[in-house]
T-cell receptor, first 115, second 112 residues
Framework: EAGVTQSPTHLIKTRGQQATLRCSPI?????VYWYQQALGLGLQFLLW???????NRGNFPPRFSGRQFPNYSSELNVNALELEDSALYLC??????????????FGDGTRLSIL | GNSVTQMEGPVTLSEEAFLTINCTYT??????LFWYVQYPGEGLQLLLK?????DKGSNKGFEATYRKETTSFHLEKGSVQVSDSAVYFC???????????FGDGTTLTVKP
């Protein structure tokens, strides 16, 4: 079974640009989560998508947005990039949350560097 | 809201030493509790889980018991190996919010 896949592995941008990060969940998983892991900090919850809908959002500005496609894959978009957006962005997927408290399965992340 | 507090690191141990990483939580309802491990350059992997009070999760020699009375889920291993060097995250899942809340992570380094 293929795990969660994220692309690209690394992304280098400059301040003010826009970045798009992609995630493919494990087959059969309908929920996708995005987290930001900045250097020296823990995981900060960004977004939760389930069945194509945004279900919950962390404490991040509106320039962080995303979507989930009919095949359950997901995109995270970050507009007007700032230096502090440099971080590892992790995507996770799980079975339908309402089946119970499901563990999340993580991809290896996209390292976003802002110059 | 929910929160997870775990022991600050870094933790450095010699091979075959006993490991404890403390984790306490605050949550409403009956969350499930998890330990994840992150090896360098990789994403998080589920290490073990417990879904109700007094459950013990175990995997690869690691154990943790869901203690509702002390709101704790401490990670233990009787004899660590160099290959256990990684960052360990304690987490709880909140079915209502649909997300997991993670602790800040504890870096473990095991020296030969």
């Amino acid at each position: 079974e293929a795990g969660v896949t994220q692309s690209p592995t690394h992304l280098i941008k400059t301040r003010g640009q826009q970045a798009t990060l992609r995630c493919s969940p494990i087959s059969g998983h309908t929920s996708v989560y995005w987290y930001q892991q900045a250097l020296g900090l823990g995981l900060q919850f960004l977004l939760w998508y389930d069945e194509g809908e945004e279900r919950n959002r962390g404490n991040f500005p509106p320039r962080f947005s995303g979507r989930q496609f009919p095949n359950y894959s997901s995109e995270l978009n970050v507009n007007a990039l700032e230096l502090e957006d440099s971080a590892l962005y992790l995507c996770a997927s799980s079975l339908e949350v309402f089946l119970g408290n499901q563990p999340q399965h993580f991809g290896d992340g996209t390292r976003l560097s802002i110059l | 809201g929910n929160s997870v507090t775990q022991m600050e690191g870094p933790v450095t141990l010699s091979e075959e030493a006993f490991l404890t990483i403390n984790c306490t939580y605050t949550a409403t309802g009956y969350p499930s509790l998890f330990w994840y491990v992150q090896y360098p350059g990789e994403g998080l992997q589920l290490l073990l889980k417990a879904t109700k009070a007094d459950d013990k999760g175990s995997n690869k020699g690691f154990e943790a018991t869901y203690r509702k009375e002390t709101t704790s889920f401490h990670l233990e291993k009787g004899s660590v190996q160099v290959s256990d060097s990684a960052v360990y995250f304690c987490a709880l899942s909140d079915r209502e919010a649909g997300k997991s809340t993670f602790g800040d992570g504890t870096t473990l380094t095991v020296k030969p």
